[in-house]
Nanobody, 115 residues
Framework: QVQLVESGGGLVQPGGSLRLSCTAS????????MGWYRQAPGKQRELVAG???????NLADSVKGRFTISRDNGKKTVYLQMNSLKPEDTGVYYC?????????WGQGAQVTVSS
């Protein structure tokens, strides 16, 4: 059974930092491309950051220079380091794992950036 469990969300002031973690089970983690998506209230889910099985990364323009995605295959975990957070970064952050026809989602982690 595939499971992705996110952690690390919370409430932070503008300019602050958070690190999200997503730990996988039930998959051969190192062959999967991993991603972080977010969904703000009233908006569609959007890709924030992705990292391939070969650790190539891509970031949405809105987070470049502030967010970093990384993975630890030994721990079956992908991370999203978020710095210089802005109120517009508020939303539910979802972890995603893709390989061939397999497309898995976590339950989501709430991130709220507010003073």
């Amino acid at each position: 059974q595939v499971q992705l469990v996110e952690s690390g969300g919370g409430l932070v002031q503008p300019g602050g930092s958070l690190r999200l973690s997503c730990t996988a089970s039930g998959i051969i983690f190192n062959v999967y491309n991993m991603g972080w998506y977010r969904q703000a209230p009233g908006k569609q889910r959007e890709l924030v950051a992705g990292i391939t099985s070969s650790s190539y990364t891509n970031l949405a323009d809105s987070v470049k220079g502030r967010f970093t995605i990384s993975r630890d295959n030994g721990k079956k975990t992908v991370y999203l380091q978020m710095n210089s957070l802005k109120p517009e970064d508020t939303g539910v952050y979802y972890c995603n794992a893709k390989f061939a026809r397999s497309d898995c989602w976590g339950q989501g982690a709430q991130v709220t950036v507010s003073s």
